[in-house]
T-cell receptor, first 112, second 116 residues
């Protein structure tokens, strides 16, 4: 079946790196996404990775994909207070390209 | 800038009083989605339109309906809101012609619905 799992909470010190992890079960994923949701707002697309890639870097963001273990991670370098949000991992499937499966979201909090 | 717009941002209704939420987009995307999101949970897909074709999720209650009069607009109608329908409602769009990955979903800011 289709399932995407994330840990619920992560707390990091300002200036440190944050690593948010995600596992998924369906090997027919085409793309994997990271969305950011700030309080009371919609979902903002942060980045994405095609399923045949293993790494993508975009400024402070690094996405790592381990297809063998079906594990996706998002690393945020030099975490700032503005990075406080819920981060959702999501996958789109070959079988149903117009729909995506969301993880439960990881709430990132920043300590001074 | 091309975007997804939702109105109103906050909606208060009474128990059982019909309410309509609206979504518009300037992206010219052919797919529009409605999600329900309760506090600290993942968005839950209610239904989506693929062009004019309506696709309901199996577990979406009959109380929720949708209309898409043209490419740009989509409405969510809640016929008889219950207290359990209080949530954030998110609209999203996607397209196979997107220059990013096909079918990447772009979200509006959401409408927070309160049921009294």
């Amino acid at each position: 079946g289709e399932d995407v799992e994330q840990s619920l909470f992560l707390s990091v010190r300002e200036g440190d790196s944050s690593v948010i992890n995600c596992t998924y079960t369906d090997s027919s994923s085409t793309y994997l996404y990271w969305y950011k949701q700030e309080p009371g707002a919609g979902l903002q697309l942060l980045t994405y990775i095609f399923s045949n890639m293993d790494m993508k870097q975009d400024q402070r963001l690094t996405v790592l994909l381990n297809k063998k273990d079906k594990h996706l991670s998002l690393r945020i370098a030099d975490t700032q207070t503005g990075d406080s949000a819920i981060y959702f991992c999501a996958e789109s499937l070959y079988s149903s390209a117009s729909k995506i499966i969301f993880g439960s979201g990881t709430r990132l909090s920043i300590r001074p | 800038d091309a975007m997804v717009i939702q109105n109103p941002r906050y909606q208060v209704t009474q128990f059982g009083k019909p309410v309509t939420l609206s979504c518009s987009q300037t992206l010219n995307h052919n797919v529009m989605y409605w999600y329900q999101q309760k506090s600290s949970q993942a968005p839950k897909l209610l239904f989506h339109y693929y062009d004019k074709d309506f696709n309901n999720e199996a577990d979406t209650p009959d109380n929720f309906q949708s209309r898409r009069p043209n490419t740009s607009f989509c409405f969510l109608d809640i016929r008889s809101p219950g207290l359990g329908d209080a949530a954030m409602y998110l609209c999203a769009t996607s397209s196979a012609r997107d220059s990013r990955p096909h079918w990447t979903q772009y979200f509006g800011p959401g409408t927070r619905l309160t049921v009294l």
